[in-house]
């Protein structure tokens, strides 16, 4: 079974562009959430979509944005890049059923490099 | 507010000096702690759920428990290869679904 696939991989970008980045869950799975790391801040949750709806949104600002489609594939778009976007982008898939506790399944990342 | 806090930051272990790692957290209802494996530059790789105070669960030479306070992964004879960062995860019991991560304990196990 293919796992979690996330494009592009590696991404250099200025101050005040905008970017987009892909992901693909694993087959049958509904849920795929987003997901920052930094090194000084470890992994924080951006937000969780769910059926095509943004279901959890996590404390980022609204420069941050998701969408997900009809067969689950997310992509999420980050606008007005600052600095501290640097980071590697991670992307999970999960089953997804409502009040379920099934396991998140991360992609390999898409780094970021905002210069 | 949640909170998962990890100890130690960083451990070395000589090749088959066992060790465990700390995952102490405090959220809301639990309904999940989670174990994650990640290699420098790649995504976490899943380890281990767990749902309930006193399980435990066990996959070659790593085993995970969990209490009420905190989880602990036990690394029984390590090898070079077990080198990498570990982290928990716990998911609250009401409202978002959102994983609240450790900061992670990077592990060097040397030949």
């Known amino acids: 079974k293919a796992g979690v696939t996330q494009t592009p991989r590696y991404l250099i970008k200025t101050r005040g562009q905008q970017v987009t980045l892909s992901c693909s869950p694993i087959?049958?799975?509904?849920?795929v959430s987003w997901y920052q790391q930094t090194p000084g801040q470890g992994l924080q949750f951006l937000f969780e979509y769910f059926s095509e709806t943004q279901r959890n949104k996590g404390n980022f600002p609204g420069r941050f944005s998701g969408r997900q489609f009809s067969n689950s594939r997310s992509e999420m778009n980050v606008s007005t890049l600052e600095l501290g976007d640097s980071a590697l982008y991670l992307c999970?898939?999960?089953?997804?059923?409502?009040?379920?506790?099934?396991?998140?399944?991360f992609g390999p990342g898409t780094r970021l490099t905002v210069l | 507010e949640d909170q998962v806090t990890q100890s130690p930051e960083a451990l070395r272990l000589q090749e088959g000096e066992s060790s465990s790692l700390n995952c102490s957290y405090t959220v809301s209802g639990l309904r999940g702690l989670f174990w994650y494996r990640q290699d420098p530059g790649k995504g976490p790789e899943f380890l281990f759920t767990l749902y309930s105070a006193g399980e435990e669960k066990e996959k070659e030479r790593l085993k995970a428990t969990l209490t009420k306070k905190e989880s602990f992964l036990h690394i029984t004879a390590p090898k070079p290869e077990d080198s990498a960062t570990y982290l928990c995860a716990a998911l609250r019991g009401t409202g978002r679904r959102a994983l609240t991560f450790g900061s992670g304990t990077r592990l060097q196990v040397q030949p």
């Open positions: 087959s049958g799975h509904r849920s």
């Open positions: 999970a898939s999960s089953r997804g059923a409502s009040g379920n506790t099934d396991t998140q399944y």
